[in-house]
């Protein structure tokens, strides 16, 4: 959802909750605020004030009580809608200034209470049409419940978690060379004395690493410049066999 849903989404699902059940929205809004620390100079703001809060729960609590009973009179007269929808659209405003920095205070307000108007009316044809009178009041407490949390959760203001980085791969310089990079890396063979690299048949002794177009080995060794060479990406093949195990090591050691 983007930046413009938001707040609107918020503002529909506290009204909804207000409209079924008027003091829960003002209580939902009062007991998720943050807490201002006893050792901070800042004022709680109103809704974060104890008492703000106690007097919220106590009528939140005391409202959960009196609705189950079968003569609480309907919501939906005057003297019972008024009140809800200033409450739903109230509460819309303060998590909207709370969660959404630019949400337009008129709009929330207006969706707000429409939400709490359209809530009052399904939740009394649900009670009509329920003969379970504490049954369908238990089944709508809890969805009341639910769209207070879901209203005022910091998730919905969260941006969705990114894609995990992904993770540095240890890559071999021939691996990199296999990228389209440059050749870095060749092996170079080191010649037994007894039969030289000019000699007709020469014995590789060892293989040896080196940069491109070195004669220094990456373990210090110095090699023939006429000795054989083959690209980097023979490391690890048996055609170098056997190779420096130090150059090896070093080789390693580049490609972190
Ligand atoms: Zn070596």
Redesign the pocket.
């Known amino acids: 959802m983007n930046a413009t849903g938001r707040p609107l989404l918020r503002a529909g699902l506290i009204g909804a909750a207000t409209g079924m059940r008027s003091q829960w929205g003002p209580a939902a809004v009062a007991w998720s605020g943050g807490r201002v620390p006893a050792s901070s100079s800042a004022q709680p703001g109103f809704w974060d004030r104890p008492w703000v809060r106690g007097a919220t729960l106590a009528a939140a609590t005391a409202e959960f009580v009196a609705d189950k009973s079968s003569r609480i009179p309907s919501r939906l007269t005057f003297a019972g809608l008024t009140p809800r929808l200033a409450l739903a659209a109230a509460c819309a405003v303060v998590l909207a200034r709370r969660h959404h920095v630019s949400a337009r205070t008129a709009v929330t307000a207006a969706i707000g209470a429409s939400s709490a108007c359209a809530s009052a009316v399904a939740g009394t044809r649900w009670r009509r049409a329920n003969r379970n009178h504490v049954g369908a009041a238990a089944a709508e407490d809890v969805f009341a419940a639910v769209l207070a949390w879901s209203a005022c959760t910091p998730r919905l203001t969260r941006p969705a978690p990114s894609q995990p980085s992904q993770r540095r791969t240890r890559r071999l310089p021939a691996e990199r060379e296999a990228k389209g990079r440059p050749m870095e890396y060749e092996v170079r063979a080191?010649y037994a004395e007894v039969a030289p690299a000019q000699s007709d048949h020469p014995r590789v002794e060892?293989w040896?690493?080196t940069k491109a177009d070195e004669t220094e080995?990456?373990?210090?060794?110095s090699l023939d410049p006429a000795a054989k060479t083959l690209p980097g990406t023979a490391w690890g093949t048996s055609e170098v066999d056997p190779f420096?195990r130090?150059?090896g090591a070093?080789y390693l050691r580049q490609g972190v």
Do not use: N
């Open positions: 080191e060892t040896h690493m080995a990456l373990c210090g060794q420096c130090v150059c070093q």
